[in-house]
């Protein structure tokens, strides 16, 4: 099964508002919400696909031949290629009836750990969503990051500790969730958060605690004052605020500022090997891929997930090797033209 078969087969099963498209650019689904689409104008998601597309890379054959390593150290954690599965949360909500949020879940940490990859999971206003999750990452030996949304603290403590107990050893916070529709006047409540409020939760979490949302460097500064491991560069899918820069835009700046001291992950828009190493040479550590692997899902379940990151993985390695680079570290931004 292929990945041009996985989206296929997600057609018929993937709710009213997502089309599984080929290519997953935004376009098709730009002003649906509930759905997978962008906010307002729906241009966002469509900015940072097409923001990747606008790169160019510098091919450089003349070298010694040497294969392609794309393995990657997270935390301790070692993957077969710097590639995550973004959180996705309310499935039901956005894609229709074929899973709850915790077979989805349950269905993503499991097939990206067998594909050699990690998974963030999603979290939302109904406790349990946290709860499977967290679950199915424990039983996944800790390979999972669950992905707590920006609640009050009480909140937060209590997400923490669930998913602690069920054995998660990484976590992260999408911030920027704050501004999703329908999490605003919820309870329990979701805004924005301090530097000495994020410190605060980030010291409970004692272990490597990631902040997914930053877009500024003013914005990754802060994350490190904070305490946070790492960030993930991100606008949300476009799904918070309309009018942002692309994802690819600001990366260069954020990682000029902060790289080397904190881990640094990017998503949005980063649909074929190609685009990640584009990524990786912008500065990324890692990167998130999130709509493609719910479709590889609805399409293919575990097929599907293995059938995706094999194509990333193809796609990474041969860039490099067109590029003259054997494994990561060697990726810098010589690699883009001009």
């Not at 089309?19 to 104008?41: D, E, L, Y």
């Not at 915790?102 to 998974?119: F, K, T």
């Not at 001291?261 to 990017?266: E, G, K, P």
Request: with cysteine.
């Amino acid at each position: 099964m292929n990945y041009a078969e996985v989206a296929a087969a997600a057609r018929g099963c993937i709710g009213p508002y997502c089309k599984a498209c080929p290519v997953c650019n935004g376009r098709a689904c730009r002003n649906q919400m509930p759905g997978p689409g962008a906010k307002g104008s729906g241009t966002g998601a469509i900015r940072n696909f097409e923001a990747w597309q606008a790169l160019r890379l510098n091919m450089d054959t003349i070298c010694q031949s040497r294969k392609a390593d794309t393995s990657y150290s997270f935390f301790g954690q070692n993957f077969s290629l710097p590639v995550f599965a973004g959180p996705v949360g309310a499935v039901k909500l956005h894609y229709g009836e074929k899973y709850s949020d915790a077979e989805y879940n349950q269905i993503l940490v499991s097939g990206c750990r067998q594909a050699g990859i990690a998974a963030f999971t999603g979290d939302g206003t109904d406790t349990s969503v946290l709860i499977a999750a967290s679950r199915a990452i424990g039983q996944a030996n800790g390979v999972g990051v669950p992905t707590i949304k920006p609640w009050d603290k009480r909140t937060v403590f209590e997400k923490l500790d669930t998913a602690k107990a069920a054995g998660a050893k990484i976590f992260a916070m999408d911030i920027d969730a704050s501004g999703l529709p329908f999490l605003k006047g919820r309870t329990p409540p979701a805004g924005n958060k301090t530097v000495s409020e994020l410190r605060e939760i980030i010291e409970y979490a004692k272990g490597p605690f990631l902040l997914k949302g930053v877009m500024t460097v003013t914005g990754a500064r802060k994350a490190l004052e904070a305490g946070a491991a790492g960030i993930v560069v991100s606008n949300h899918g476009g799904r918070v605020l309309d009018g942002v820069p692309a994802t690819a835009e600001v990366l260069p700046a954020i990682a000029k500022a902060v790289k080397g001291q904190m881990t640094i992950l990017v998503d949005g828009g980063l649909r074929s090997g190609v685009d990640i190493l584009k990524a990786l040479a912008l500065g990324a550590d890692a990167v998130l891929v999130a709509r493609p692997y719910v479709t590889a899902v609805y399409g293919g379940e575990y097929e599907g997930i293995q059938a995706l990151t094999e194509t990333l993985k193809t796609e990474l390695a041969d860039a490099m090797t067109m590029c003259g680079v054997s494994n990561l570290e060697e990726i810098s931004s010589a690699l883009l033209w001009p």
